[in-house]
């Protein structure tokens, strides 16, 4: 059970999950390529003991893999899934009531507790300028916090108790932002903050925030949990810390006194600026807009404050273990909230949010002759409705029958539907819908489309293991590839516009049927570089579902509508890079060299082996 972040270093390193580095580390993209590296290979927390132009120590990879995430909390783990459980399951409670009389204790003890002033997080109040102003990527806009904790109450009904946590990227230098005076803070209006900034607009008044920075680990985990309804943020984070989220009040503003860092201030209804671009986790970078701007009011900092922090880019990244984590913590969740789903799982590689894989029941139709996806459709369409599920694009959903699914077995998985598709029936798609913010290839910000791909009965194809005659020898068509079975990548010609994509797709469909009919290959990928689709599943998982937009980039071959409905004989997929797109994230090569000599032998990652 931690008090702080230094007690948890300590212990990593006594246990063997963490390195010091002692070497002057520069915060432009160093320490983010050094990160990447280490977490790439598998390897152990770090602590940045000397930054270029801080006098404050970072350390990052702290959830850089499911066990080390694990360990940390390992004393307060089993607890805190059985609340959260039990909270999801009430009735359990009713069957096993000695086997739960405990966890009714466990979240009345992690209540947030209200503590007296000049405590810890109060030792010294500093400027942004002095804390460790990480660079990430090359074209980001300027240095971000990662792991920020943002705190807000209900300007309604005010108190810790109406409080929402949040994890919403703050830009600290850069663009129009004036240093040590305000800060951009990246939400949308429908999070918790949002609502409350709303509120506080309707009511003439500037939103009092507060962003905390590192803290007990449980803290951090707390800010990106979604919790049962009921169950605060910080109640979330007492329980599983082991101890209570400590909090006092400090010219009108919550502090978290366990915190590291504090930085506290106000956004006013008018006040917004340009704030990005930010290298994010879909592998791209998220492009400039404007977001709310925090009016910084002071900085505090504790007696030996570790500066936390993270890096995301093309997945998997150290947040595939926070996913994994929650999942461990929640996984039961889904199936309380929707009735008839067994597993739905968030395709790390494609990015989480843009590509879904779910099991459901189908038991509508149990005496038709054809059996046919319909229960599973009013299941995806609550899938879709729900949360951050309801940011994804593409949505695969089949009906468990005769053997179990398993949809962290992608390949199986996506085999399994498209043997049993029906590409006529099968295939909904919904248009001028939300989508991730950070996704670019909608029609606006927010504004894109999606389609679920449902599957259920006896299989109606085999699918090709080679790459079919069909598509061999097409003119403008060339270097067919098998990417899994069922799925082959074709390049063409460079996107131009959609106009065209229509066009170049008509003449692909038609080359294919002047040579017949070709189920055995339900899907083609349109892109431009179909080698690199093929080398690897992960390859084609992200550039396939972070580079279309189902309703202008899915094709077909013999497509048709029907009663408004769209069906095909083959799908064809364009996934060519459009010029809208976000710029994808790449490295510094000559940073990538640079840090070479931390890894060299005698250095302080001498014992992390890279490729």
Same mark, same amino acid.
């Given at each position: 059970?931690?008090?702080? !972040?230094?007690?948890?270093?300590?212990?990593?390193?006594?246990?063997?999950?963490?390195?010091?580095?002692?070497?002057?580390?520069?915060?432009? !993209?160093?320490?983010?390529?050094?990160?990447?590296?280490?977490?790439?290979?598998?390897? %152990?927390?770090?602590?940045?003991?000397?930054?270029?132009?801080?006098?404050?120590?970072?350390?990052?990879?702290?959830?850089?893999?499911?066990?080390?995430?694990?360990?940390?909390?390992?004393?307060?783990?089993?607890?805190?899934?059985?609340?959260?459980?039990?909270?999801?399951?009430?009735?359990?409670?009713?069957?096993?009531?000695?086997?739960?009389?405990?966890?009714?204790?466990?979240?009345?003890?992690?209540?947030?507790?209200?503590?007296?002033?000049?405590?810890?997080?109060?030792?010294?109040?500093?400027?942004?300028?002095?804390?460790?102003?990480?660079?990430?990527?090359?074209?980001?806009?300027?240095?971000?916090?990662?792991?920020?904790?943002?705190?807000?109450?209900?300007?309604?009904?005010?108190?810790?108790?109406?409080?929402?946590?949040?994890?919403?990227?703050?830009?600290?230098?850069?663009?129009?932002?004036?240093?040590?005076?305000?800060?951009?803070?990246?939400?949308?209006?429908?999070?918790?903050?949002?609502?409350?900034?709303?509120?506080?607009?309707?009511?003439?008044?500037?939103?009092?925030?507060?962003?905390?920075?590192?803290?007990?680990?449980?803290?951090?985990?707390?800010?990106?949990?979604?919790?049962?309804?009921?169950?605060?943020?910080?109640?979330?984070?007492?329980?599983?810390?082991?101890?209570?989220?400590?909090?006092?009040?400090?010219?009108?503003?919550?502090?978290?006194?366990?915190?590291?860092?504090?930085?506290?201030?106000?956004?006013?209804?008018?006040?917004?600026?340009? #704030?990005?671009?930010?290298?994010?986790?879909?592998?791209?970078?998220?492009?400039?807009?404007?977001? %709310?701007?925090?009016?910084?009011?002071?900085?505090?900092?504790?007696?030996?404050?570790?500066? %936390?922090?993270?890096?995301?880019?093309?997945?998997?990244?150290?947040?595939?273990?926070?996913?994994?984590?929650?999942?461990?913590?929640?996984?039961?969740?889904?199936?309380?909230?929707?009735?008839?789903?067994?597993?739905?799982?968030?395709?790390?590689?494609?990015?989480?949010?843009?590509?879904?894989?779910?099991?459901?029941?189908?038991?509508?139709?149990?005496?038709?002759?054809?059996?046919?996806?319909?229960?599973?459709?009013?299941?995806?369409?609550?899938?879709?409705?729900?949360?951050?599920?309801?940011?994804?694009?593409?949505?695969?959903?089949?009906?468990?029958?005769?053997?179990?699914?398993?949809?962290?077995?992608?390949?199986?998985?996506?085999?399994?539907?498209?043997?049993?598709?029906?590409?006529?029936?099968?295939?909904?798609?919904?248009?001028?819908?939300?989508? @991730?913010?950070?996704?670019?290839?909608?029609?606006?910000?927010?504004?894109?489309?999606?389609?679920?791909?449902?599957?259920?009965?006896?299989?109606?194809? @085999?699918?090709?293991?080679?790459?079919?005659?069909?598509?061999?020898?097409?003119?403008?068509?060339?270097?067919?590839?098998?990417?899994?079975?069922?799925?082959?990548?074709?390049?063409?010609?460079?996107?131009?516009?959609?106009?065209?994509?229509?066009?170049?797709?008509?003449?692909?469909?038609?080359?294919? !049927?002047?040579?017949?009919?070709?189920?055995?290959?339900?899907?083609?990928?349109?892109?431009?570089?179909?080698?690199?689709?093929?080398?690897?599943?992960?390859?084609?998982?992200?550039?396939?579902?972070?580079?279309?937009? %189902?309703?202008?980039?899915?094709?077909?071959?013999?497509?048709?509508?029907?009663?408004?409905?769209?069906?095909?004989?083959?799908?064809?997929?364009?996934?060519?890079?459009?010029?809208?797109?976000?710029?994808?994230?790449?490295?510094?090569?000559?940073? #990538?060299?640079?840090?070479?000599?931390?890894?060299?032998?005698?250095?302080?990652? #001498?014992?992390?082996?890279?490729?």
């Amino acid at each position: 059970m931690y008090r702080n !972040l230094e007690e948890c270093v300590l212990d990593l390193e006594k246990n063997g999950h963490l390195i010091r580095i002692k070497e002057e580390v520069d915060p432009y !993209l160093e320490m983010a390529a050094i990160h990447l590296k280490v977490f790439e290979a598998g390897g %152990p927390a770090l602590l940045f003991e000397n930054v270029k132009g801080s006098k404050f120590p970072a350390v990052s990879n702290l959830f850089g893999t499911l066990e080390r995430s694990k360990f940390i909390f390992r004393d307060t783990w089993e607890s805190t899934q059985s609340v959260i459980g039990l909270r999801n399951d009430p009735i359990q409670a009713i069957k096993n009531p000695f086997k739960h009389v405990s966890t009714g204790f466990s979240a009345t003890k992690a209540l947030p507790v209200k503590k007296s002033k000049n405590l810890p997080v109060g030792a010294q109040e500093i400027n942004i300028s002095d804390l460790p102003l990480i660079h990430h990527w090359p074209d980001d806009g300027g240095a971000f916090v990662t792991l920020p904790q943002v705190y807000s109450e209900d300007p309604e009904k005010p108190g810790i108790m109406n409080a929402n946590l949040g994890m919403y990227r703050v830009q600290l230098t850069g663009n129009e932002y004036e240093l040590n005076k305000d800060v951009g803070v990246h939400y949308q209006i429908h999070r918790g903050i949002g609502v409350h900034q709303h509120k506080a607009n309707k009511l003439g008044k500037p939103l009092k925030v507060s962003i905390f920075i590192g803290g007990p680990p449980a803290h951090t985990l707390a800010a990106v949990m979604p919790l049962p309804e009921g169950l605060s943020e910080m109640t979330f984070a007492g329980m599983l810390a082991g101890r209570r989220f400590n909090y006092t009040y400090e010219d009108g503003y919550c502090i978290s006194t366990d915190a590291d860092f504090v930085i506290t201030g106000e956004i006013h209804p008018e006040d917004t600026k340009p #704030e990005g671009p930010f290298g994010d986790h879909l592998g791209y970078y998220s492009l400039v807009h404007d977001f %709310p701007t925090l009016r910084v009011h002071k900085v505090y900092a504790r007696e030996n404050a570790l500066w %936390p922090f993270t890096v995301v880019g093309r997945p998997p990244q150290e947040d595939t273990a926070f996913g994994a984590l929650i999942h461990e913590l929640t996984g039961s969740a889904i199936k309380t909230e929707i009735p008839g789903v067994k597993e739905v799982h968030a395709v790390d590689e494609a990015g989480v949010h843009p590509l879904l894989f779910a099991i459901g029941s189908e038991r509508y139709t149990p005496y038709q002759k054809v059996k046919q996806p319909m229960e599973l459709l009013t299941i995806a369409n609550r899938i879709l409705g729900t949360g951050q599920l309801s940011l994804a694009k593409y949505l695969f959903i089949a009906a468990e029958e005769d053997k179990p699914l398993d949809t962290h077995k992608e390949v199986d998985f996506i085999t399994y539907i498209l043997e049993r598709m029906d590409l006529k029936r099968d295939i909904h798609f919904q248009t001028n819908t939300t989508i @991730d913010t950070l996704d670019y290839t909608g029609t606006g910000l927010n504004i894109g489309s999606k389609v679920i791909f449902a599957a259920c009965g006896d299989k109606k194809r @085999d699918l090709c293991t080679e790459v079919p005659e069909n598509l061999k020898g097409i003119r403008e068509f060339k270097n067919p590839r098998l990417v899994m079975p069922g799925v082959v990548a074709i390049e063409g010609p460079a996107f131009t516009n959609h106009e065209n994509a229509q066009k170049e797709t008509d003449a692909l469909s038609a080359a294919i !049927l002047e040579k017949g009919e070709m189920p055995s290959c339900p899907l083609i990928i349109l892109s431009d570089d179909s080698t690199f689709l093929s080398e690897k599943l992960s390859n084609f998982l992200w550039a396939a579902f972070t580079r279309s937009n %189902p309703s202008h980039d899915i094709y077909g071959v013999n497509s048709f509508y029907e009663h408004k409905h769209w069906g095909c004989d083959n799908m064809i997929m364009d996934i060519r890079r459009k010029p809208h797109h976000a710029p994808p994230l790449i490295p510094d090569q000559t940073v #990538e060299k640079n840090i070479e000599r931390f890894f060299a032998k005698g250095a302080s990652l #001498e014992s992390v082996k890279i490729d």
